[in-house]
Each structure stands twice: as structure tokens, then as C-alpha cells.
């Protein structure tokens, strides 16, 4: 069974920058395509990035240009670099494998129903 693991997350001022990793404890990931999703609180969880095996990148809009998703298959890690952090992006990160046998992110735009495996997720909390 994988298991995805997310760091990263803490608090930052309006403005701020953090980044999320997520990993699978040294399992390989590059089969998959790997998503990124946040839940905040009393809100349905929303779908924010999404990178294919061939590296095809995929955000929601209210964070195109600010949020950048990134893979590095050597160290089977995801990045997450999210910059100009406002406070409605505050909420639980959670990233996941895609189901898409060929690696695309196609569970990711099924608003995450098809998603294989899933991590416990990181708070990002964005405040003055």
C-alpha cells in the first residue's frame, strides 16, 4: 500500500510563500500522475494542481501564476511552491495519485473521485 506523506505546511502572513512536498517514503512515483487538493474548513475539498508523468501541469484558476507544481522522479518527491499566499488559501493540503492508468490527471478533473491513494494532508494557514 502507498502512502503519501505531506510536509511544508505552516502559517505565513498575506503575501507569504510556502512549499509542500509530498512523498511515499521512497516508493516510486513517477507511474502516476499527482495531484494536489485542499479542503478548508466547512468547504468541499477543491482541486488545485495537478502534473502528469510527462510533466503536463494543470491549476485551478484562482491560483494560476502563483502556485507552481513541480516532480522530481529521482527523489520520488512532488513540490507544491505557492507564492502571493492569500488568506482564502488557507486550508488542508492533501496530495494524491491519480488513477489514470497512463498517467494523466483525469481523476484530478473528475474532481478527485478517481484518485488511487491519498496522504493525511498539511495545514497552510495564511493570516495576518
Known amino acids: 500500500q502507498l502512502q503519501l506523506v505531506e510536509s511544508g505546511g505552516g502559517s505565513v502572513q498575506p503575501g507569504g510563500s510556502l512549499t509542500l512536498s509530498c512523498s511515499a517514503g521512497?516508493?516510486?512515483?513517477?507511474?502516476?500522475?499527482i495531484a494536489w487538493f485542499r479542503q478548508a474548513p466547512g468547504k468541499e475539498r477543491e482541486g488545485v494542481s495537478c502534473i502528469t508523468i510527462r510533466q503536463i501541469k494543470h491549476y485551478r484558476d484562482s491560483v494560476k501564476g502563483r502556485f507552481r507544481i513541480s516532480r522530481d522522479d529521482a527523489r520520488n518527491i512532488i513540490y507544491l511552491q505557492m507564492d502571493k499566499l492569500q488568506p482564502e488559501d488557507t486550508a488542508v493540503y492533501y496530495c494524491?495519485?491519480?488513477?489514470?492508468?497512463?498517467?494523466?490527471?483525469?481523476?484530478?478533473?473528475?474532481?478527485?473521485?478517481?484518485?488511487?491513494?491519498w496522504g493525511k494532508g498539511t495545514q497552510v494557514t495564511v493570516s495576518a
Open positions: 521512497g516508493k516510486v512515483l513517477d507511474f502516476y500522475g
Open positions: 494524491a495519485t491519480d488513477s489514470d492508468s497512463l498517467g494523466g490527471c483525469s481523476g484530478y478533473h473528475a474532481g478527485g473521485k478517481n484518485m488511487d491513494h
